[in-house]
């Protein structure tokens, strides 16, 4: 007998509700087209059964989002007349449940009217326009019984954003980017229903606090949006191209062509070979839910600017949904008028984003990213000098991610120094504050921080050498002081003591990474088990403290990939700097001091 299928008859809530209060873990979503919570409650995968007000509010948010989707599936596979259903469906719930504000928002949203805050609903409005849009471009018959649902769209995004933009000043916050693009679809949609031209360009597109004039206020000249977040950034991407459909991307305005394209570029540099992206700053980490939305927007960037690494991003993603995405691709073929731009370079092997603070370091076999700027306002984490290290599909030490942000306990876990691979003095947190930038090559990179720890100045220095990686954290104060660098795997980890050597560490994974770790003082080393990354908090990993009692100490690591030869054999600090030597008897030199 065939699930029955419903769509939720109740208001949605804040989607971040839906976490297990115990375990840390996003709950298990059941089918959320049934449009029904679970019976015994929502499942966590470690046996615990969650039924809350606020946990039934947050499902109910999927279930809709889930609903707009497929319902916009349905209409790109041309199943008319069961796509058209649901609209009408939703007009008359909508009209029902969203005559005003939600109620039951909390006090610091910006609230929607279906939903508890407006940006959500507002990404629900650009798949429920982009259904419409597209039936509406087949000919599709009974559309004008949607209109009201579009009109009272458009207009509670209009509401939305100038709360925002006029009130709070937020031209620049994620939000507008997603409010624009519901009023962009949903406006296009509706004047597609009623076969006359948009007008609603000045309003939404070009005017004052429309999607150009946000990109232009969100997206630092690196390219970075301001947040300095993996996952807002392509949050913000995703929304403008969404919002874009139909445009020619030559014939937009030359500096948001522009903007656009070096957003692809962030994503192209920022990821491994093999399409693996770093959740840098904040967001979730691996979830079915994101790998699809990263699929989405490669295929759409490709029809902008195409780039190989955007097919490796979306090979990727299409593996963590375990091969399916729904003919997406299709859905999407022909988004844009007039083709795309040209291919975009490939990214350089020493990659630096001076404004937002990250360096991307492509040794052989290691995709290496320090982070060194700006906190990242309340998606920063306190994470200066941190290093990532990844292989083409491994992810060794990655940035952790975050967990839904009602878990306060855990959220608060996973922005803290002690959760990334960066230093601590004194076994304190670090500053909310920024690092800079202190020289770059085609080689190397370096940067400090003065500011994480008062009187405590900070060095790190990342270099390709030619079968390797060079890492040395240099940390210096006016007193002794109790300093540790901090090593925070994702894979299992062998961790080896050799009497009057370096220390010997084995990352694995898809492909295996050795480590040999020196000091310039006597160092203690901690090993103990810890949460991994924030996708679940109940999954322990070994976390690896190298600690000294100095005034000045420099940390030296080097790393080689199993499949990079010759084979490191020794790592030493001598009077002159590092020496590295190799199975062949070559010899590489670096110095330590910055």
């Known amino acids: 007998?065939?699930?029955?299928?419903?769509?939720?008859?109740?208001?949605?809530?804040?989607?971040?509700?839906?976490?297990?209060?115990?375990?840390?873990?996003?709950?298990?979503?059941?089918?959320?087209?049934?449009?029904?919570?679970?019976?015994?409650?929502?499942?966590?995968?470690?046996?615990?059964?969650?039924?809350?007000?606020?946990?039934?509010?947050?499902?109910?948010?999927?279930?809709?989002?889930?609903?707009?989707?497929?319902?916009?599936?349905?209409?790109?596979?041309?199943?008319?007349?069961?796509?058209?259903?649901?609209l009408v469906e939703y007009v008359a719930l909508y009209a029902e449940l969203a005559d005003g504000q939600?109620?039951?928002?909390?006090?610091?949203?910006?609230?929607?009217?279906?939903?508890?805050?407006?940006?959500?609903?507002?990404?629900w409005?650009?798949?429920?326009?982009?259904?419409?849009?597209?039936?509406?471009?087949?000919?599709?018959?009974?559309?004008?019984?949607?209109?009201?649902?579009?009109?009272?769209?458009?207009?509670?995004?209009?509401d939305a954003r100038d709360a925002l933009v006029v009130r709070?000043?937020?031209?620049?916050?994620?939000?507008?980017?997603?409010?624009?693009?519901?009023g962009i679809v949903t406006g296009r949609a509706a004047a597609a229903v009623r076969a006359v031209p948009w007008t609603g360009a000045k309003q939404w597109l070009d005017g004052d606090h429309g999607l150009y004039a946000h990109l232009r206020a969100a997206v630092a000249p690196d390219g970075w949006e301001w947040e300095g977040s993996t996952y807002y950034h392509g949050f913000v991407l995703?929304?403008?191209?969404?919002?874009?459909?139909?445009?020619?991307?030559?014939?937009?305005?030359?500096?948001?062509?522009?903007?656009v394209a070096r957003m692809t570029d962030v994503l192209a540099a920022i990821s491994t070979d093999g399409g693996v992206l770093p959740a840098l700053h904040d967001g979730p980490y691996q979830r079915p839910p994101l790998a699809l939305e990263w699929l989405e927007l490669s295929y759409l960037a490709q029809q902008f600017t195409p780039t190989p690494a955007l097919a490796a991003i979306a090979g990727r993603a299409r593996t963590e949904l375990g091969g399916a995405d729904d003919g997406l691709d299709r859905l999407l073929d022909g988004w844009f008028a007039g083709g795309p731009l040209p291919e975009r370079p490939a990214p350089d092997p020493v990659t630096v984003f001076g404004d937002t603070g990250y360096a991307v370091v492509r040794?052989?076999?290691?995709?290496?990213?320090?982070?060194?700027?700006?906190?990242?306002?309340?998606?920063?984490h306190r994470d200066k000098l941190a290093l990532y290290l990844y292989g083409k599909d491994t992810r060794w030490q990655p940035d952790p991610g975050q967990v839904p942000y009602a878990h306060t306990e855990f959220r608060e876990l996973y922005a803290s120094t002690a959760a990334h691979p960066a230093f601590r003095v004194d076994d304190m947190e670090q500053r909310e504050c920024a690092g800079r930038l202190l020289a770059t090559d085609d080689r190397s990179v370096t940067a400090e921080v003065t500011t994480a720890y008062a009187g405590v100045r900070a060095v790190r220095h990342i270099e390709t050498g030619p079968a390797h990686l060079v890492d040395l954290l240099m940390v210096s104060a006016a007193d002794a002081r109790r300093i540790t660098a901090q090593l925070?795997?994702?894979?299992?980890?062998?961790?080896?003591?050799?009497?009057?050597?370096?220390?010997?560490?084995?990352?694995?994974?898809?492909?295996?990474?050795?480590?040999?770790?020196?000091?310039?003082?006597?160092?203690?080393?901690?090993?103990?088990?810890?949460?991994?990354?924030?996708d679940d908090p109940q999954r322990t990993r070994s976390r690896v403290d190298l600690t000294a009692r100095a005034e000045r100490v420099v940390f030296a690591s080097v790393y080689q990939a199993a499949s990079a030869g010759p084979a490191v054999t020794d790592v030493r600090l001598t009077g002159s700097g590092l020496e590295v030597e190799f199975a062949d008897g070559s010899l590489a030199l670096h110095r330590t001091e910055y």
């Not at 809350?52 to 916009?72: F, N, P, Y």
Request: charge should be neutral; include cysteine.
């Open 363 to 380: 040794a052989r076999g290691i995709h290496a990213v320090l982070d060194f700027g700006p906190h990242g306002g309340s998606h920063g």
């Open 488 to 534: 925070r795997p994702d894979t299992p980890l062998d961790v080896q003591a050799q009497p009057g050597g370096p220390l010997r560490t084995t990352w694995y994974g898809e492909e295996v990474l050795h480590g040999w770790h020196t000091a310039s003082a006597p160092v203690g080393v901690f090993t103990r088990s810890g949460p991994g990354p924030a």
């Open 168 to 182: 709070d000043e937020g031209l620049a916050s994620n939000y507008t980017a997603w409010l624009n693009a519901a």
């Open 125 to 158: 409005a650009v798949n429920i326009g982009h259904a419409v849009w597209t039936l509406a471009l087949r000919g599709a018959p009974g559309l004008p019984a949607v209109l009201p649902l579009l009109d009272a769209l458009e207009s509670a995004a209009l």
């Open 102 to 123: 939600h109620d039951g928002a909390q006090s610091w949203m910006l609230r929607g009217r279906l939903f508890h805050q407006a940006l959500t609903e507002a990404i």
């Open 1 to 86: 007998m065939a699930a029955v299928k419903r769509i939720p008859r109740e208001r949605g809530g804040w989607w971040h509700a839906y976490v297990c209060p115990v375990h840390g873990v996003e709950l298990g979503h059941g089918d959320l087209l049934a449009g029904r919570f679970p019976k015994a409650g929502a499942r966590c995968p470690h046996g615990c059964r969650v039924d809350t007000e606020e946990v039934r509010g947050a499902w109910t948010v999927l279930s809709h989002q889930a609903w707009a989707r497929h319902i916009r599936l349905l209409a790109e596979r041309g199943e008319h007349d069961e796509a058209l259903r649901h």
């Open 238 to 259: 995703r929304a403008a191209l969404l919002a874009l459909r139909g445009t020619d991307p030559a014939g937009l305005p030359p500096d948001v062509t522009r903007i």
